[in-house]
Nanobody
Framework: QVQLVESGGGLVQAGGSLRLSCAAS????????MGWYRQAPGRQRELVAT???????NYADSVKGRFTISRDNAKKTAYLQMNSLKPEDTAVYYC???????????????WGQGTQVTVSS
């Protein structure tokens, strides 16, 4: 069974940094894209950053210049380096992946369980 497991969330002061990780496991043939979304209380889930294999990263305007998404294909892991964090970045951060299983089934929206990021002012 394919799983996405996030880690690296926590509590940080404004201006600080955190690095989130998302590790995919299971009988995976290929990961087409991986990305990060977030959901703050009372708000809809929103895109933070995505990275397609062989492509350029895509960022929400609110995080451009502060966040960096990267991938280690060998480890099937995506990272989100978050710098200059602001209180408005507080949310549950979810990893998302577009995966092709070993049986060639494509799952376009596999989600992780989420990791809490809290930025204090």
């Amino acid at each position: 069974q394919v799983q996405l497991v996030e880690s690296g969330g926590g509590l940080v002061q404004a201006g600080g940094s955190l690095r989130l990780s998302c590790a995919a496991s299971g009988r995976i043939l290929k990961i087409n894209s991986m990305g990060w979304y977030r959901q703050a209380p009372g708000r809809q889930r929103e895109l933070v950053a995505t990275l397609i294999s062989g492509g350029s990263p895509n960022y929400a305007d609110s995080v451009k210049g502060r966040f960096t998404i990267s991938r280690d294909n060998a480890k099937k892991t995506a990272y989100l380096q978050m710098n200059s964090l602001k209180p408005e970045d507080t949310a549950v951060y979810y990893c998302n992946a577009d995966i092709i299983w070993s049986n060639f089934y494509r799952e376009r929206d596999r989600w992780g369980q989420g990791t809490q990021v809290t930025v204090s002012s």
